[in-house]
């Protein structure tokens, strides 16, 4: 199994930043696209941002400009930079990774969330 942990999330004041973290650890074989979502209350699950094994970056129109996504293959880590934020990103963000086992099995493996809130 891989296992995902996030840490970094807290309470902002708006325009402030906060770097998110994500390290994956158990039976890796290999990690392919890594990625962040976030839900806010009452609302579905958004992709904010992926990055595939290669370097090549995804980001929702909302936060393109503002959080610059990157990871440590060495580390098998993700991180979320995130810039210049506005009381609209205030969600729980979920970091997730297309994983493959050393048995060879594949799936998508998720983080437990972190609270990221902005607020005066």
């Known amino acids: 199994q891989v296992q995902l942990v996030e840490s970094g999330g807290g309470l902002v004041q708006p325009g402030g930043s906060l770097r998110l973290s994500c390290a994956a650890s158990?039976?890796?074989?290999?990690?392919?696209?890594m990625g962040w979502y976030h839900q806010a209350p009452g609302k579905q699950r958004e992709l904010v941002a992926r990055?595939?094994?290669?370097?090549?970056?995804n980001y929702a129109s909302s936060v393109k400009g503002r959080f610059t996504i990157s990871r440590d293959n060495a580390k098998n880590t993700v991180y979320l930079q995130m810039n210049s934020l506005k009381p609209e990103d205030t969600a729980v963000y979920f970091c997730?990774?297309?994983?493959?086992?050393?048995?060879?099995?594949?799936?998508?493996?998720w983080g437990q969330g972190t609270q990221v809130t902005v607020s005066s």
């Open positions: 990055i595939t094994s290669g370097g090549t970056t």
């Open positions: 158990g039976s890796i074989f290999s990690i392919y696209t």
């Open positions: 997730y990774a297309d994983v493959q086992t050393t048995t060879r099995a594949r799936y998508d493996s």
